[in-house]
């Protein structure tokens, strides 16, 4: 599975615009990246997956460069709720069965 | 609203019991997953099923033990608890195909082992 690094730690303000970068050079050709979010005493919850150029939901988008070693998970107008851990994973989708393998995360504080 | 159930959120053994922790999905999945959370170390996974009655051994099975029989439960087995299995247990359950689809997690079980 390709490593993943991110930003230990990120302090925002309510309202603004918050982009969370992940690398993974090793990434395989058959990878998706895929971002989870949890909030303290609570387990994970997906967010957003994707294999290439950006995608969007209602909660955030995902921008993943041609390259694809590296993707940007981009919160807009950030909320006091948004104080999460998030953790960026890369897997191969096809491969069945795998478990995810996270790692430490970015964990982002939100202010008022 | 799908739901993972695990039987209890605290739970407090003491060293050489033998620890039961449960876990309960509704959404009909057929994979399930047991991970531990320790501070700095992100999620491990220590074993997961993805067919009644069957079983594969995750990054860090020793120490621990699963049953399946059936298709809504999953059950994490301590033998012998030891202080180093205080941790914080997270359940999760996913459709077949792969596991790198949305997986489902629980609320956790934090155990502490005196």
């Known amino acids: 599975l390709a490593k993943t690094t991110q930003p230990i730690s990120m302090d925002s303000y309510e309202g603004q615009e918050v982009n969370i970068t992940c690398s993974h050079n090793?990434?395989?050709?058959?990878?998706?990246i895929t971002w989870y979010q949890q909030f303290p005493s609570q387990g994970p919850r997906f967010i957003i997956q994707g294999y290439k150029t950006k995608v969007t939901n209602e909660v955030a988008s995902l921008f993943i460069p041609a390259d694809r070693k590296s993707s940007t998970l981009s919160l807009p107008r950030v909320s006091l709720s948004d104080t999460a851990v998030y953790y960026c994973l890369v897997g191969d989708r096809n491969t069945g069965r795998r478990a995810l393998t996270f790692g430490s995360g970015t964990r982002l504080q939100v202010q008022p | 609203d799908v739901k993972v159930t695990q039987s209890s959120r605290y739970l407090v053994k003491r060293t050489g019991e033998k620890v039961f922790l449960e876990c309960v999905q509704d959404?009909?999945?057929?994979?399930m997953f047991w991970y531990r959370q320790d501070p700095g170390l992100g999620l491990r996974l220590i074993y997961f099923s993805y067919d009644v009655k069957m079983k594969e051994k995750g990054d860090i099975p020793e120490g621990y033990s699963v049953s399946r029989e059936k298709k809504e439960r999953f059950s994490l087995i301590l033998e012998s608890a030891s202080t180093n299995q205080t941790s914080m247990y997270l359940c999760a359950s996913s459709p077949a195909g792969n596991s790198y689809n949305e997986q489902f997690f629980g609320p956790g079980t934090r155990l502490t082992v005196l």
């Open positions: 090793n990434i395989a050709t058959n990878d998706y």
């Open positions: 959404m009909d999945h057929e994979n």
